[in-house]
Nanobody, 115 residues
Framework: QVQLVESGGGLVQPGGSLTLSCAAS????????IAWYRQRPGKEREWVAM???????DSAHSVKGRFTISRDNAKSTVYLQMRSLKPEDTAVYYC?????????WGQGTQVTVSS
């Protein structure tokens, strides 16, 4: 079955860095777009970044220049490198894949940016 497992979240000070990982299984990883979303306290879930099967990327304006998405097809893993973190980046971060069979999400990993 399809599984997405996020890891790497934690508490970090403003201006700090953190790298999230999303380990995938149950589908042909290299063929699919993988995306990161986040849900900030009291807010709707929002798209953060995505990476295409060929490696092209796109990201939301709010994180552009600070967050970098990458993938390792050999490890079926997507990464979200986050730097210059701000308190408003505090959220639960989720990875997502859209397959013909449906829309799949991981359980999320909490990122808290606070001094």
């Amino acid at each position: 079955q399809v599984q997405l497992v996020e890891s790497g979240g934690g508490l970090v000070q403003p201006g700090g860095s953190l790298t999230l990982s999303c380990a995938a299984s149950g589908f042909t990883f290299s063929d699919h777009i993988i995306a990161w979303y986040r849900q900030r306290p009291g807010k709707e879930r929002e798209w953060v970044a995505m990476i295409y099967s060929g490696g092209n990327t796109d990201s939301a304006h709010s994180v552009k220049g600070r967050f970098t998405i990458s993938r390792d097809n050999a490890k079926s893993t997507v990464y979200l490198q986050m730097r210059s973190l701000k308190p408003e980046d505090t959220a639960v971060y989720y990875c997502n894949v859209k397959l013909l069979a449906g829309d799949y999400w991981g359980q999320g990993t909490q990122v808290t940016v606070s001094s």
